[in-house]
């Protein structure tokens, strides 16, 4: 069973100042955190996987978060992808969930809300590809 502190997890970011936080919380929490800052840079960090969770922020230049998951998809990767985003809309919750993003935390991210958020996705459910969103 994984548990928070066995996961490997690529955290997917174009403002270096969320990528350099996020990275670091991971790491503090004794997480294997690997950083890409575009789209194209995870896609290449995938196939240099294997990884148990993906941290995507979904507004980003050239290949956004949801073409970057589908894509990941495509290729055959079924780890968890959890969308970041400083928006709450409808529209990019169904968009992200369409494309295979089960879960969605809104930024700023603190430790506490990852803390929560890591412990629930190993537990299960939202590991599988049939489940449905959770938004934190």
Same mark, same amino acid.
């Given at each position: 069973?994984?548990?928070?502190? +066995?996961?490997?997890?690529?955290?997917?970011?174009?403002?270096?100042? +969320?990528?350099?936080?996020?990275?670091?919380?991971?790491?503090?929490?004794?997480?294997?955190?690997?950083?890409?800052?575009?789209?194209?840079?995870?896609?290449?960090?995938?196939?240099?996987?294997?990884?148990?969770?993906?941290?995507?922020?979904?507004?980003?230049?050239?290949?956004?978060?949801?073409?970057?998951? @589908?894509?990941? @998809?495509?290729?055959?990767? +079924?780890?968890?992808?959890?969308?970041?985003?400083?928006?709450?809309?409808?529209?990019?919750?169904? @968009?992200?969930?369409?494309?295979?993003?089960?879960?969605?935390? @809104?930024?700023?991210?603190?430790?506490?809300?990852?803390?929560?958020?890591?412990?629930?996705?190993?537990?299960?459910?939202?590991?599988?590809?049939?489940?449905?969103?959770?938004?934190?």
């Amino acid at each position: 069973m994984l548990t928070p502190t +066995n996961l490997k997890v690529l955290v997917v970011d174009d403002d270096e100042v +969320n990528l350099l936080i996020t990275t670091t919380m991971l790491i503090q929490m004794g997480i294997t955190a690997v950083k890409a800052s575009t789209g194209e840079q995870a896609l290449e960090e995938v196939e240099h996987g294997p990884y148990d969770l993906v941290l995507m922020d979904l507004e980003m230049p050239g290949i956004d978060g949801t073409k970057t998951t @589908r894509e990941i @998809r495509k290729k055959g990767y +079924n780890m968890t992808i959890m969308a970041m985003s400083a928006y709450n809309s409808i529209n990019g919750h169904s @968009r992200a969930h369409q494309a295979g993003i089960r879960v969605f935390i @809104r930024k700023p991210i603190d430790s506490d809300k990852l803390t929560e958020v890591l412990d629930l996705l190993t537990e299960g459910p939202y590991l599988l590809d049939d489940a449905p969103m959770m938004s934190v």
